[in-house]
């Protein structure tokens, strides 16, 4: 550990370490016992998709988001990722015989067009989100954002935007270790990629691999696209951020502006006919965040307000989880954004840029290989010896937890993830190719299924009080009716909405302020 980050460790007071506080928002598709996509709509009995504060859903009609609150501790957020799972799966049981797929690489897929976009009713906002979904399908197709994950959300207190970025910066140089440590989809169903260039591998009937794959979700089959790949963000500072985003948002896209806004039928096609329609659009490993107000732009309220916090969106469905993560996996990812925070964060260049999407596209594709290496500075290095480097560094971060907290659980997760970085079988990514070799024949569909079936199994065992169940049928409810007073209150039609919301005006322009503290 460099002195500085020492220096910098030791001027973080327990009360502020204490301070730390994360969330979870996890992905999953809703599929049938024969392992496709269940094609039916978003269950009433969930709630609004819309309004509901713990369930909503992402792309498709057929893919929920469960989503905790921010907690000061990885356990009490894993409690109520917990909870919000057993009243969904007690809910799809009380319907049928879905359940929810625990991988992340998609189940068995119909044609691209029959996958259903997500709906969220009648009001501006709810058809806005609806558009937005239909313009992803036309520019990257359906199949693509079927795929899941979980996001981690992260703040610490008293960290200005500035310091923000400085982790942003340090996370995208080191993301390859997390992709390493927890990739879980090394296989997926010869669906999600028919008629598509690949390179990957054959195994068993109707199953594809990589043999040394970590997460296929993060590689090149994952969210990829040539026109983001002409986008070359920078993270120095929330003012170049901002203009980046900004000309991407405001560019016109020739391929884009062909697909039109409307078809001929008047039915919107997407938002808009820039590079971006919305800022969500950009893909990105990590994204600086900030509560937003109804209406306002994710982009507006970053350059009014600062960085509030980190989304983390590299992390795959660990299919070994009832719920796709567990606490020693979090306290990890805990201890790395610090590390992250504290280190030395010099300002990013286009060659490192373009550094670092090689390194992230091979340790996706080959993570796992023997002597793996990857580039740093112009130079090779292994990605074991930069993974031990940088497991070393979180050592004493995870000591200084650990003090402030009680335990050695930090310290515990460190070691976990040196004992990996030494023994690769050990790894999810290996884990579940061990799985779906020696138990389900080389089917990648097989393995997932048993595995969806027991997970569901297990969260409906799972005690739930009748104050659990109520407490989730008024928010239910209450999301239902929140909904309706939407739709009621909206008098502007829609066409005037959306070119307000997509106006450039809207983004903040010319304000040049950097948010000091957040």
């Given at each position: 550990m ?7 460790l ?31 709509p ?6 609004s ?26 356990e ?16 799809l049981a ?5 359940r ?8 068995g ?5 029959t996958?259903p ?29 079927t ?10 207190p ?53 043999p ?17 790949a002409s ?12 203009a980046s ?6 560019r ?17 096609n997407?938002?808009?006919?820039s590079l ?5 659009e ?17 982009l ?11 989304e ?28 992250c ?39 090779e290095?292994?990605?074991a ?21 009680g ?7 460190v070691?976990a993830?040196m ?5 690769s ?10 799985a ?7 089917s ?35 999301s ?18 959306r070119e ?19």
């Amino acid at each position: 550990m460099s002195s500085r980050l020492q220096e910098r460790l030791g001027a973080l007071s327990a009360a502020r370490l204490k301070g730390m506080r994360r969330g979870i928002e996890k992905e999953s598709l809703r599929a049938l016992p024969d392992g496709k996509l269940a094609l039916t709509p978003h269950p009433l009995a969930l709630g609004s998709a819309l309004t509901h504060p713990h369930i909503t859903t992402d792309f498709s009609e057929s893919q929920l988001e469960l989503i905790t609150g921010v907690h000061a501790s990885a356990e009490s957020a894993l409690e109520e990722l917990t909870r919000v799972h057993q009243f969904t799966y007690r809910v799809l049981a009380s319907l049928g015989d879905e359940r929810l797929w625990v991988s992340s690489m998609p189940c068995g897929l119909p044609t691209d067009e029959t996958i259903p976009i997500g709906r969220y009713g009648s009001s501006n906002v709810g058809r806005a989100k609806s558009v937005y979904r239909m313009g992803l399908s036309h520019r990257y197709g359906r199949r693509m954002q079927t795929i899941s994950g979980i996001h981690y959300n992260w703040s610490l207190p008293d960290v200005s935007s500035e310091q923000y970025f400085a982790l942003i910066r340090n996370f995208r140089r080191h993301a390859f270790l997390l992709l390493y440590l927890f990739g879980a989809s090394p296989a997926l169903c010869s669906s999600f990629v028919a008629g598509r260039p690949h390179e990957l591998q054959p195994l068993g009937d109707g199953s594809m691999f990589m043999p040394h794959g970590t997460s296929l979700r993060m590689g090149r089959l994952g969210y990829q696209s040539d026109a983001q790949a002409s986008l070359a963000v920078s993270y120095n500072s929330l003012e170049g951020y901002g203009a980046s985003l900004q000309d991407a948002l405001t560019r016109p896209w020739p391929a884009y502006e062909a697909i039109g806004i409307r078809n001929l039928g008047g039915d919107y096609n997407q938002l808009g006919t820039s590079l971006l329609q919305i800022e969500n659009e950009f893909y990105g490993t990590i994204r600086p965040k900030r509560v937003i107000n109804p209406g306002e732009r994710p982009l507006h309220a970053l350059r009014e307000r600062g960085v509030e916090y980190v989304e983390v969106r590299l992390m795959d469905l660990d299919p070994f989880e009832p719920v796709g993560i567990n606490a020693q996996t979090m306290r990890f990812l805990d201890v790395f954004l610090l590390q992250c925070l504290l280190s030395d964060s010099p300002a990013d260049t286009p060659q490192e840029i373009a550094e670092l999407a090689h390194n992230q596209h091979l340790t996706a594709a080959r993570g796992r290989e023997p002597g793996l290496q990857l580039l740093r500075g112009g130079r090779e290095v292994g990605l074991a010896d930069w993974g031990i480097e940088l497991v070393e560094q979180c050592g004493p971060i995870a000591a200084a937890l650990d003090a402030a907290s009680g335990g050695t659980q930090h310290a515990d997760a460190v070691q976990a993830a040196m004992a990996a970085l030494q023994n690769s079988g050990s790894l999810p990514s290996a884990r579940v190719l061990a799985a779906v070799e020696e138990q389900h024949g080389n089917s990648f569909i097989g393995f997932v299924r048993a595995q969806s079936e027991q997970t569901r199994a297990t969260l409906l065992a799972l005690p739930f009080s009748a104050e659990q169940q109520a407490e989730f049928e008024r928010m239910t409810e209450e999301s239902i009716q929140e909904q309706k007073r939407i739709e009621a209150a909206d008098t502007m039609p829609f066409e005037i909405y959306r070119e307000q919301y997509v106006s450039p005006a809207r983004l903040g322009i010319g304000r040049g302020r950097v948010a000091v503290a957040a």
